[in-house]
């Protein structure tokens, strides 16, 4: 099993920069891609950032050029630094990790709030 627990949400003005956090325990060794991703009052859950094992990244549309994911493998963290907050990036952030052997299987942290006011 693997707990995961973000950190690092708030309220933030429109332009400002907010820097996520997510601590992973358990059986960590099982992990391999972590990342981001959000829900806004009904809307769909959507995939922000999620970086791999190794270091690649993929990220929305949406973020490119604001967001930075980062992971440390050693401490068992992964970060999203996000800069030039839109208003549009109101919503609750989870925490992501997942692995695919034997079978695809993702854990999901508890989520925190990222208001960006107008």
């Known amino acids: 099993q693997v707990q995961l627990v973000e950190s690092g949400g708030g309220l933030v003005q429109a332009g400002g920069s907010l820097r996520l956090s997510c601590a992973a325990s358990?059986?960590?060794?099982?992990?391999?891609?972590m990342g981001w991703y959000r829900q806004a009052p009904g809307k769909q859950r959507e995939l922000v950032a999620a970086?791999?094992?190794?270091?690649?990244?993929n990220y929305a549309d949406s973020v490119k050029g604001r967001f930075t994911i980062s992971r440390d493998n050693a401490k068992n963290t992964v970060s999203l630094q996000m800069n030039s907050l839109k208003p549009e990036d109101t919503a609750v952030y989870y925490c992501?990790?997942?692995?695919?052997?034997?079978?695809?299987?993702?854990?999901w942290g508890q989520g925190t709030q990222v208001t960006v006011s107008s």
């Open positions: 992501n990790a997942a692995r695919f052997l034997p079978w695809r299987y993702d854990y």
């Open positions: 358990g059986d960590i060794f099982s992990i391999d891609t």
């Open positions: 970086i791999t094992t190794g270091g690649s990244t």
